[in-house]
Nanobody, 126 residues
């Protein structure tokens, strides 16, 4: 049973920075994996933040493009999200997601692409 565990959330001031990490449990076969970050604020729908494909393709949600950077460490099976110039609109629970099968780059921001989800880490911006 593969698990994803997010870390790095916390409270940060407006304009500050924060880096989230997501680690996959042992046994996760990332040979064809696609990875993504999503977020959800209270009362709002889940929103795609960023996705990174097995082929290195990267997509960002419009709200974070230019401020957030997604990256992955293949050897360590970890995914990161570097967030800068944080705004109150970024205040949300952030979820890491992985797909064990490949997808088109255009699907990296589609939540239905992913079949493995973490429990989330809270980011509070004030």
């Amino acid at each position: 049973h593969v698990q994803l565990v997010e870390s790095g959330g916390g409270s940060v001031q407006i304009g500050g920075s924060l880096t989230l990490a997501c680690a996959a449990s042992r046994g996760f076969d990332d040979a064809d994996a696609e990875w993504g970050w999503f977020r959800q604020a209270p009362g709002k729908e889940r929103e795609a933040v960023a996705g990174i494909g097995n082929d290195g393709s990267i997509r960002y949600g419009d709200a974070v493009n230019g401020r957030f950077t997604i990256s992955k460490d293949i050897d360590a099976d970890t995914l990161s999200l570097q967030m800068t110039n944080l705004k109150t609109e970024d205040d949300a629970m952030y979820y890491c997601a992985a797909s064990s099968t490949r997808c088109w780059p255009s699907a990296l921001l589609d939540g239905t692409t992913y079949n493995i989800w973490g429990r989330g880490t809270q980011v509070t911006v004030s």
